[in-house]
């Protein structure tokens, strides 16, 4: 017996269920640049996938002002239920990916030094165990949103309280003060220090360099702990710089031991409950902890 679909479902003005997720990313950015930036897509893409979904709908849902998309009164009254519809979504797809066997793609979010200057040497060292996995490591200062299906596993330098999310301490890693020796034979009057921008003032570390700056020049400041690490090896002032980051001849710096050290950092990992099922996220998980605890004398101080 042959069962036909239901006429509405065979319409073919019924939503592309896809361009939900712009409408949403536009309604809660308010802007096509900001949406385009967090969808990694064109912003013309964006203004395209939203004026399909409102042709599908045969419904207005923004008003186009010079500076920003606003909600009209129609599509404030649907927000909630879109976002119940997205949650449904990504619960499905979750689930599905905690069936997978130990193929297929594995998202890890990390922040960018980190990553490329200590967990995936580690990972890569262990690339014998996960034959069958496609990785992606993306570096991000900003926290991913593992309940929207940004990574599957996401490494981070404090313990989330965002509810419903599996964390895990991996250890910890040490900071301190460094920079090139020719340094450490001027007067501390003279000293001058390279800073996170405001940003990040809110970290332990650069908390900490503010109570020791005392009035001293902060010549450079950054967002970015790469840039950090090359201005301090140019000569350029003292950064307060974590541990994996100065071990070793090829670094060029030397670390300075005050009484007060900086803070230390502890490194945990994240993941989503339903994520967590999968047999490959597993498996990643538990070779991420290998490698910390493989690594754990570089993350102490020099």
């Known amino acids: 017996m042959c069962i036909k679909a239901p006429e509405y479902m065979l319409n073919a003005s019924n939503p592309d269920w896809t361009d939900l997720l712009y409408f949403l990313t536009l309604a809660e950015q308010g802007t096509l640049s900001a949406s385009a930036r967090q969808l990694n897509v064109e912003h013309t893409t964006v203004a395209r996938r939203v004026e399909s979904l409102e042709k599908s709908l045969n419904l207005r849902l923004f008003d186009r002002l010079p500076r920003a998309w606003r909600l ?50 580690g990972l890569l060292r262990l690339k014998d165990q996960w034959p069958e996995i496609d990785l992606e ?40 003060l460094a920079g090139r020796a020719d340094w450490l034979g001027k007067p501390q009057s ?33 967002n970015d702990l790469g840039n950090m690490l090359l201005a ?18 090829r670094c060029g710096l030397d670390v300075i031991r005050l009484e007060c050290k900086p803070p230390s ?33 570089l993350l102490r101080e020099a």
């Open 137 to 176: 490591l993306m570096g991000e200062s900003r926290a991913s949103n593992l309940n929207q299906g940004e990574a599957d596993l996401a490494i981070r330098m404090s313990r989330p309280d965002a509810a419903g999310l599996a964390v895990r301490l991996l250890g910890q890693t040490d900071y301190a």
């Open 190 to 222: 003279q000293w001058q220090f390279i800073a996170y921008d405001d940003s990040l003032k809110h970290t332990p570390q650069q908390q900490w360099l503010d109570s020791l700056l005392d009035g001293r020049r902060v010549v450079m400041k950054t």
């Open 72 to 121: 009209t009164a129609e599509a404030e009254a649907l927000l909630p239920r879109a976002r119940r519809v997205r949650e449904e979504i990504l619960a499905f797809q979750r689930a599905a990916a905690g069936s997978n066997a130990l193929a297929g793609v594995v998202r890890i979010s990390a922040p960018p030094v980190f990553a490329n200057r200590f967990l995936l040497p």
């Open 265 to 297: 950092r502890q490194v945990w990992l994240v993941v989503h409950p339903d994520v967590r099922r999968s047999p490959r996220v597993r498996l990643m998980a538990d070779l991420i902890a290998q490698v910390m605890e493989a690594g754990k004398d």
């Open 232 to 249: 301090a090896q140019a000569g350029l002032g003292l950064a307060v710089l974590p541990a994996f980051l100065l071990q070793g001849d």
